[in-house]
């Protein structure tokens, strides 16, 4: 665009000097023409020399640097005159000698650069304070090998691979994904909300063909790549179960029946069934005790901890292929327990009491069977007393 204004205000000016020459009386030769293009020219370069000159008053415009943590970075001023007195601002503020950075001339060395150096240095003539460089640092590193996982919690319909880097890289990193499934390139689609995820829907079901996944990340200092290989029935592995319902069964202390549903990423549970793996313990209790269910959704455990709280999870798997979920979230529950209004004595105890009643004499039962001796006692002393009076 600025080429063809300069070549358009050439041919106006061209047509402007030709054109007073014939206003003159003199017919625009050639020659004439030739030193209208002379003059055009001439007009051209003080524009240029006028328009380099307004844009070094309006100051330089900053430019924007990645560079290696740990290296040492060197920022020019930009001054006619190395000796010139200058002064170092960094992100407005004038710069403070410290240990992180030293003055060579006018330059502005970083020493050991790290993510603190990161910003925007700008040079400024001491006395009149003009701006004559200014330059964003950005402190940061290239890529390490990322790391692959590819996942399928949905087969036979999709899979997703994720990744990530061992170590941050501080600066803008992209990362670029191919899948192929033998020979040929299959399409991958990015997750909106994931930046290191994407989903494959697999090609052909029960393929022996291997698939081939390779990450690269790249930014501004680098790039790097990882490549993994698998069997489809190596990376099939269930989202966990969720426990919907712990219910204790009356009059069974060790007792507790468990009820969960599939996870809903499981696309078909009917025609690829699911097999599950229980698991639960006293919450006082260090070890598990495990019991693998398969075909049906539920479960009662019979050697729970009377009076105990346990906690729950459960694991699903392919009934073929594949490996274990991970573990569900854990629900806390305890088996029935009597409350103690609701014990009654039982038969065999009242008749034990009966017995032992009926067995042991009590103190009236004394007294009343000793009251006629006493009395007879007295009639005869009595009788004994009269017959010696007489």
């Not at 503020?93 to 950075?101: K, Q, R, S, Y």
């Not at 063909?209 to 269930?238: C, W």
């Not at 103690?340 to 017995?355: G, L």
């Not at 069977?369 to 009395?375: R, T, Y």
């Amino acid at each position: 665009k600025r080429r063809y204004l300069k070549y358009r205000v050439i041919g106006l000016l061209n047509i402007s000097v030709c054109n007073s020459f014939g206003i003159l009386g003199k017919s625009p030769s050639k020659q004439n023409c030739h030193m209208a293009n002379l003059v055009a020219s001439a007009y051209c370069v003080v524009l240029a020399i006028l328009l380099v000159r307004t844009r070094s008053h309006s100051g330089p415009e900053g430019r924007k640097y990645y560079k290696r943590i740990g290296t040492n970075v060197t920022l020019p001023c930009e001054t006619s005159d190395s000796h010139t007195p200058v002064q170092w601002r960094f992100n407005g503020h004038a710069l403070i000698h410290n240990e992180g950075h030293f003055l060579q001339g006018t330059n502005l060395t970083l020493i050991n650069l790290d993510s603190s150096h990161s910003g925007t240095y700008s040079c400024h003539e001491k006395h009149s304070g003009s701006l004559k460089n200014q330059i964003t640092i950005q402190a940061g590193n290239s890529p390490g090998q990322p790391n692959v996982v590819c996942r399928s919690n949905a087969y036979p319909d999709t899979f997703y691979c994720t990744w990530q880097l061992a170590s941050p890289t501080y600066i803008p990193t992209e990362f670029d994904i191919s899948v192929r499934h033998g020979d040929k390139e299959i399409e991958t689609i990015k997750g909106a909300n994931h930046k290191n995820r994407c989903s494959i829907r697999f090609p052909e079901m029960f393929s022996t063909s291997k698939y081939t996944v390779t990450v690269t990340a790249r930014n501004a200092l680098g790039s790097n790549s990882a490549t993994i290989s698998f069997n489809e029935i190596s990376i099939v592995k269930p989202d966990p179960p969720e426990i919907i319902e712990v219910n204790t069964i009356p009059k069974s202390p060790s007792r507790l029946e468990v009820k969960w549903r599939n996870p809903q990423s499981w696309p078909e549970p009917d025609t690829m069934p699911l097999k599950y793996f229980l698991r639960y313990k006293p919450v006082i209790l260090n070890d598990w005790q495990h019991v693998e269910v398969t075909d049906v959704p539920f479960h009662t455990i019979t050697d729970a901890y009377e009076g105990k709280e346990h906690i729950i999870q459960v694991a699903a798997k392919d009934s073929e292929i594949g490996t274990w979920s991970e573990w569900s979230k854990a629900v806390h529950a305890t088996p029935w327990t009597a409350l103690a209004s609701d014990y009654k004595p039982e038969e065999n105890i009242n008749n034990v009491s009966d017995i032992l009643t009926s067995t042991t004499p009590s103190v009236s039962a004394n007294r009343q069977n000793s009251s006629p001796k006493v009395e007879l006692s007295m009639i005869l002393f009595l009788g004994m007393f009269m017959v010696l009076f007489i």
